[in-house]
């Protein structure tokens, strides 16, 4: 028997579109405006998603919703296992981060680690009036009380499958499978 080619899929493109727009209209509803909101993605497709997401709540809203980009590489409590020599990539936060409301976005929401090492990185930067998530995916699996305020889609998983988020900007094609 020949296997399901779409048993892992879980988002194409045109569904990555529609989980980001009502994302964006969720975020809006809470804020009732852009004014004071400020999305800072985690590198790598967090800042991918975070740059979509910004041109949808300026599509919805018609303001600009500045953007940064985060890298909690040195926040990591795992740091050790990962590399002896870690690949640092530069934070780019163009804007004040204090007094912001500020919506972190990421691709997958796992163990909550990478979260909490973005909310250290973040606070080393300013004091933000407010900061949510906003994830993709959320698949379970929570290792700290993190919780997402925004989730694209929830995909409960084993510890054992992994997700796989591929965007245009750096894979070639958008997609998100489980594997």
């Keep these: 028997m020949k296997a399901d ?5 879980l988002l194409d ?4 579109q529609r989980v980001l727009t009502r994302i964006g209209h969720e975020i809006l509803e809470r804020h009732r405006s852009a004014q004071r909101l400020a999305l800072v993605g985690i590198r790598s497709r967090g800042e ?22 985060l890298d909690i590489t040195l926040y990591r ?3 050790s296992l990962i590399s002896a020599s870690p ?3 530069a934070t780019e936060i163009p804007f004040d ?13 796992f163990t909550g680690r990478t979260v909490r090492a973005a909310l250290d990185a973040l606070a080393d930067l300013g004091r933000p009036e407010s900061v ?33 988020v591929r965007l245009t900007e ?9 594997e």
Excluded at 13 to 16: A, K
Excluded at 151 to 159: E, I, L
């Design 132 to 164: 949510e998530l906003a994830v993709l995916i959320d698949r379970g699996h929570r290792e700290l009380p993190i919780k997402a305020d925004y989730v694209g889609k929830n995909v409960p998983t084993s510890k054992k499958e992994l997700i796989q």
């Design 97 to 109: 981060v204090n007094g912001q409301r500020i919506v972190v976005v990421d691709d997958v929401l």
């Design 170 to 178: 750096t894979d070639g094609t958008d997609e998100v499978v489980i």
């Design 48 to 69: 991918v998603v975070a740059q979509r997401l910004a041109r949808i709540l300026e599509e919805i809203s018609g303001s600009t919703v500045p953007v940064g980009a």
């Design 13 to 16: 493109t045109g569904e990555i």
């Design 87 to 89: 690949i640092l990539r």
């Design 77 to 79: 409590d795992d740091l």
């Design 5 to 9: 080619p779409m048993k892992g899929h």
